[in-house]
């Protein structure tokens, strides 16, 4: 069973930045590809970005490409998410997730097993 704790959400302006972390327990953390979703309310949950388990592979939803970086430190059993440019659409509540399987369809959030319980990030105008 694999433990995801995010941290680093809160309140900033347009414009401004956050870093937002995901501390992994319970698994080899480098056997592990991590995502980052996010869901606004009255809406679907959507990709963000993701990395593979070496941290030589990214990706990145469209909406966030050129802003936010995904990183990740394996000895740390750690992953990141620096958003930089934030906007009031990026408001929402952002989900870390754990996939032990390699999938073409990173994007699909039926591929990763485990979650975390989510962290707020809300852009003011």
């Known amino acids: 069973q694999v433990q995801l704790v995010e941290s680093g959400g809160g309140l900033v302006q347009a414009g401004g930045s956050l870093r937002l972390s995901c501390a992994a327990s319970?698994?080899?953390?480098?056997?592990?590809?991590m995502g980052w979703f996010r869901q606004a309310p009255g809406k679907e949950r959507e990709f963000v970005t993701r990395i593979n388990r070496g941290g030589s592979n990214t990706y990145y939803d469209d909406s966030v490409k050129g802003r936010f970086t995904i990183s990740r430190d394996n000895t740390k059993n750690t992953v990141y998410l620096q958003m930089n440019s934030l906007k009031p659409e990026d408001t929402a509540v952002y989900y870390c997730?754990?996939?032990?399987?390699?999938?073409?369809?990173?994007?699909?959030?039926?591929?990763?097993?485990?979650w975390g319980q989510g962290t707020q990030v809300t852009v003011s105008s």
């Open positions: 319970g698994r080899t953390f480098s056997t592990l590809a």
């Open positions: 997730a754990a996939a032990t399987l390699y999938s073409a369809a990173y994007y699909n959030p039926r591929v990763y097993e485990y």
